[in-house]
């Protein structure tokens, strides 16, 4: 740690004593006011459930608004539960209708478009609610959920939902903030503004609003929401599970949210006790709080408790396929792609690159995915041996004078790899110019912000990139779709079109998770080692870290937060701070 940051770290504890001390001498049921604090790694946007898509806002919308489902906080593989509606829904046997029972008695947050009256949700304005994604004037990212979708209120509290065809994630789309309930009367009455103005029925409300600096979220005094959940063996879910079950939420009275952009003020700020927990430590931050794969034991002796959890997320290396150097479908391409995949060294890469806190992917399905099968495993090996007699087998025997293969028929071989241009990337950058080096190929890489790789990824003008997917909801199909070839363009950017791929696609998603559409998922995953449009990479194992005055905290693999759950001891929390003075 630099003089600056360390000064930093001083000043900031001598400013947490005063405030202690100032705490101290506030009546007392101030003082017990449980006031959890967090932050968000970039700014928020508009508070509209309809036009946001960015992680920070989707974070507080799902604090703000109620969709009609939501997921079982201790389940896993994480299953959906019902939020606002009375129970799961009845579906027709032909899986195109969905009928779904609101639960009367939930309410809107006071607001003046309301004129004094306390609204109650109901039926008509789920309806109203899904039937705004598809507006023109929004521009939704979320209108394909809702797309050849029939939505109407049978009564006040019953909905009903018919599909054009059979959709297996439909009732995932249910539980995205996306989905979220509005009120009409809001809506109208801030034409153009309503990401202004959030009037929701979650669990908090909004107390105060500095855009990209801090927000203050207050305990919604309407809220309805009782704990339920499904507990496994583990012994901290039956804990939480004991100490929730039938509980109102949320359980604290407020949360202060500031933006933290920067790694080392996020790290800073969780060990100066501003954060209560902080998930997925920063790569180039770990071995300030980690030593040999454990904590610190400065931060153990403090009750800080780290764990890692498996993010459903995927890195992996496309290359495009109708590229004039890597793509084709031709044997001498294959082999160059294979060898380029068994060149990967994903042992370097897990201990060097993301400091233990990984797998390696043997698939295009992380952990914890409907469909993801723990004994899978990859026949696509670590092997540059082999990789380099294939390369020699399939045309590329020829050299350049400074050691690299030439393409067949001797012409000058170059790969391009595009990267991010930060600190990140041009260790990757390094780790891929080894592996390819090794196996005699030239690269080059061509750095630029990763906003503009993927524009040009859609265009079809990127070589090779190393990306990475995060689950839309924690089943296979939102893994696989990445290489259907339909998508190309658009998620699929490697340009993968093969047609035995495609059908057993479509074949697998009019199936439901179970073993048929599991040995499809396997066939699928033989012809990607085969044909090699990707080199799966790794999954990440997110380091979590909390103070231990924070309860009930448990990682969730699809929500983007835990906050309604979270209990804050305040009295263990102020003698931590005393203890620091």
Same mark, same amino acid.
């Given at each position: 740690m630099t003089f600056r940051y360390a000064a930093a770290l001083v000043f900031t504890l001598s400013c947490l004593g005063a405030q202690a001390a100032q705490a101290q001498a506030q009546p007392p049921a101030q003082a017990e006011q449980k006031v959890l604090r967090m932050f968000l790694s970039t700014s928020e946007t508009g508070l509209d459930p309809a036009a946001a898509s960015d992680n920070a806002t989707l974070s507080l919308l799902e604090n703000l608004f109620d969709p009609l489902l939501r997921y079982d906080y201790l389940a896993r593989p994480a299953k959906l539960r019902p939020n606002t @509606?009375? @129970? #799961? $829904?009845?579906?027709? %046997?032909?899986?195109?209708?969905?009928?779904?029972?609101?639960? *009367?008695?939930?309410?809107?947050t006071p607001d003046p478009a309301f004129k004094g009256v306390k609204r109650e949700v109901t039926a008509a304005d789920y309806a109203y609610s899904l039937k705004r994604l598809l507006d023109p004037a929004l521009r939704s990212p979320w209108s394909y959920m809702v797309e050849g979708k029939q939505?109407?209120?049978?009564?006040?509290?019953?909905?009903?939902?018919?599909?054009?065809? $059979?959709?297996?994630?439909?009732?995932?789309? /249910? @539980?995205?903030?996306?989905? !979220?309930?509005?009120?009409?009367?809001?809506?109208? @009455?801030? $034409? !153009?503004?309503? !990401?202004?103005?959030?009037?929701g029925t979650g669990p908090f409300m909004i107390g105060e609003w500095k855009r990209s600096d801090r927000i203050v979220l207050l305990a919604n005094p309407y809220s309805t929401a009782v704990f339920s959940a499904t507990p496994g063996d583990d012994p901290e879910d039956r804990a939480i599970a004991a100490a929730l079950e039938g509980k109102r939420l949320p359980r604290v009275d407020r949360i202060e949210v500031k933006i933290a952009e920067e790694f080392q003020g996020r790290m800073l700020g969780f060990l100066n006790a501003e954060y209560d927990y902080l998930e997925q430590i920063p790569e180039s931050m770990t071995e300030m709080v980690v030593q040999d794969g454990e904590l610190k034991p400065e931060l153990a002796a403090r009750g800080i408790v780290l764990s890692r959890f498996p993010v459903l997320q995927t890195y992996y290396m496309w290359m495009n396929m109708n590229d004039p150097v890597v793509g084709g479908y031709g044997k001498d391409r294959v082999a160059l792609r294979r060898a380029i995949s068994m060149s990967y060294n994903s042992a370097e890469d897990i201990a060097l690159l993301k400091k233990g806190f990984a797998i390696k992917a043997e698939s295009p399905l992380p952990p914890n995915v409907l469909g993801y099968d723990p004994d899978y495993r990859s026949p696509v090996p670590y092997n540059p041996a082999l990789a380099n007699a294939l390369l020699d087998r399939h045309g590329y025997d020829k050299r350049d004078a400074d050691g690299f293969r030439r393409a067949p028929g001797g012409k000058p071989l170059t790969l391009t790899m595009h990267s991010e241009a930060t600190v990140g990337g041009r260790l990757r950058d390094e780790l891929w110019r080894k592996c390819l080096n090794a196996i005699g190929l030239r690269v080059v890489f061509r750095s630029d912000k990763k906003t503009e790789i993927i524009k040009a990824s859609r265009l079809g003008t990127v070589q090779m990139f190393e990306s990475n997917w995060i689950a839309d909801f924690p089943d296979g199909d939102n893994f696989y779709q990445l290489l259907y070839g339909p998508n190309a363009g658009r998620a699929n950017y490697s340009r993968f079109d093969l047609?035995?791929?495609?059908?057993?696609?479509?074949? %697998?998603? /009019?199936?439901?998770? !179970?073993?048929?559409?599991?040995?499809?998922?396997?066939? #699928?995953?033989?012809? /990607?080692? %085969?044909?090699? *449009?990707?080199? *799966?990479?790794?999954?990440? /194992?997110s380091g979590d870290l909390r103070h231990p005055w924070l309860k009930n905290y448990k990682r969730h693999p699809v929500e983007f937060t835990t906050w309604r759950y979270l209990d804050l001891d305040v009295a263990q929390r102020a003698r931590s701070a005393r203890a620091k003075r």
């Amino acid at each position: 740690m630099t003089f600056r940051y360390a000064a930093a770290l001083v000043f900031t504890l001598s400013c947490l004593g005063a405030q202690a001390a100032q705490a101290q001498a506030q009546p007392p049921a101030q003082a017990e006011q449980k006031v959890l604090r967090m932050f968000l790694s970039t700014s928020e946007t508009g508070l509209d459930p309809a036009a946001a898509s960015d992680n920070a806002t989707l974070s507080l919308l799902e604090n703000l608004f109620d969709p009609l489902l939501r997921y079982d906080y201790l389940a896993r593989p994480a299953k959906l539960r019902p939020n606002t @509606a009375t @129970a #799961m $829904p009845q579906v027709s %046997a032909d899986g195109l209708t969905y009928t779904f029972r609101i639960r *009367p008695g939930i309410y809107f947050t006071p607001d003046p478009a309301f004129k004094g009256v306390k609204r109650e949700v109901t039926a008509a304005d789920y309806a109203y609610s899904l039937k705004r994604l598809l507006d023109p004037a929004l521009r939704s990212p979320w209108s394909y959920m809702v797309e050849g979708k029939q939505v109407e209120a049978v009564d006040r509290y019953t909905l009903r939902i018919r599909l054009a065809a $059979p959709d297996n994630n439909f009732l995932f789309y /249910l @539980a995205t903030p996306a989905t !979220g309930v509005v009120a009409r009367e809001v809506i109208e @009455a801030y $034409p !153009g503004q309503a !990401g202004n103005h959030p009037v929701g029925t979650g669990p908090f409300m909004i107390g105060e609003w500095k855009r990209s600096d801090r927000i203050v979220l207050l305990a919604n005094p309407y809220s309805t929401a009782v704990f339920s959940a499904t507990p496994g063996d583990d012994p901290e879910d039956r804990a939480i599970a004991a100490a929730l079950e039938g509980k109102r939420l949320p359980r604290v009275d407020r949360i202060e949210v500031k933006i933290a952009e920067e790694f080392q003020g996020r790290m800073l700020g969780f060990l100066n006790a501003e954060y209560d927990y902080l998930e997925q430590i920063p790569e180039s931050m770990t071995e300030m709080v980690v030593q040999d794969g454990e904590l610190k034991p400065e931060l153990a002796a403090r009750g800080i408790v780290l764990s890692r959890f498996p993010v459903l997320q995927t890195y992996y290396m496309w290359m495009n396929m109708n590229d004039p150097v890597v793509g084709g479908y031709g044997k001498d391409r294959v082999a160059l792609r294979r060898a380029i995949s068994m060149s990967y060294n994903s042992a370097e890469d897990i201990a060097l690159l993301k400091k233990g806190f990984a797998i390696k992917a043997e698939s295009p399905l992380p952990p914890n995915v409907l469909g993801y099968d723990p004994d899978y495993r990859s026949p696509v090996p670590y092997n540059p041996a082999l990789a380099n007699a294939l390369l020699d087998r399939h045309g590329y025997d020829k050299r350049d004078a400074d050691g690299f293969r030439r393409a067949p028929g001797g012409k000058p071989l170059t790969l391009t790899m595009h990267s991010e241009a930060t600190v990140g990337g041009r260790l990757r950058d390094e780790l891929w110019r080894k592996c390819l080096n090794a196996i005699g190929l030239r690269v080059v890489f061509r750095s630029d912000k990763k906003t503009e790789i993927i524009k040009a990824s859609r265009l079809g003008t990127v070589q090779m990139f190393e990306s990475n997917w995060i689950a839309d909801f924690p089943d296979g199909d939102n893994f696989y779709q990445l290489l259907y070839g339909p998508n190309a363009g658009r998620a699929n950017y490697s340009r993968f079109d093969l047609p035995e791929y495609n059908v057993r696609y479509e074949r %697998a998603r /009019l199936l439901t998770d !179970g073993a048929q559409r599991n040995r499809l998922y396997i066939e #699928m995953n033989q012809l /990607l080692h %085969a044909y090699n *449009p990707w080199v *799966p990479l790794t999954h990440v /194992l997110s380091g979590d870290l909390r103070h231990p005055w924070l309860k009930n905290y448990k990682r969730h693999p699809v929500e983007f937060t835990t906050w309604r759950y979270l209990d804050l001891d305040v009295a263990q929390r102020a003698r931590s701070a005393r203890a620091k003075r």
